[in-house]
């Protein structure tokens, strides 16, 4: 099960950080993503990271203003978010994939979290 937390209302160019809980299982095997979903759009990429050697993957939207982690100690993934802007609004989704790399495809994924609303105003 992942569940996220963080979302919420903030202006333009601020922070916010979004965390996703892992319970049933560890995340020292899996690639963890994020992914978002803006209204009238499909769900698109934002950020992956392999657990096993660190590598990361930002989309160009997101490179430079977003952060990727996780803490497998506590079994949590982050996504610090800086330079917010109207055009991040979305429902952002934390997702764990039972393979060593990181993708920015969806169905390379098993678990998905529920989503948190981000919304960004100008």
């Known amino acids: 099960q992942l569940v996220e937390s963080g979302g919420g209302l903030v202006q333009t160019g601020g922070s916010l950080r979004l965390a996703c809980v892992v319970s049933g299982f560890t995340l020292d095997d899996y690639a963890i993503g994020w992914f978002r979903q803006a209204p009238g759009k499909e769900r698109e990429g934002v950020a992956c990271?392999?657990?096993?050697?660190?590598?990361?993957f930002y989309d160009d939207s997101v490179k430079g203003r977003f952060t990727i982690s996780s803490d497998n100690a506590k079994n949590t993934i982050y996504l610090q978010m800086n330079s917010l802007k109207p055009e991040d609004t979305a429902v952002y989704y934390c997702?764990?994939?039972?393979?060593?790399?990181?993708?920015?495809?969806?169905?390379?994924?098993?678990?998905w979290g529920q989503g948190t609303q981000v919304t960004v105003s100008s």
């Open positions: 990271m392999s657990t096993t050697d660190g590598n990361t």
């Open positions: 997702a764990a994939a039972r393979r060593p790399y990181g993708s920015k495809n969806e169905g390379d994924y098993n678990y």
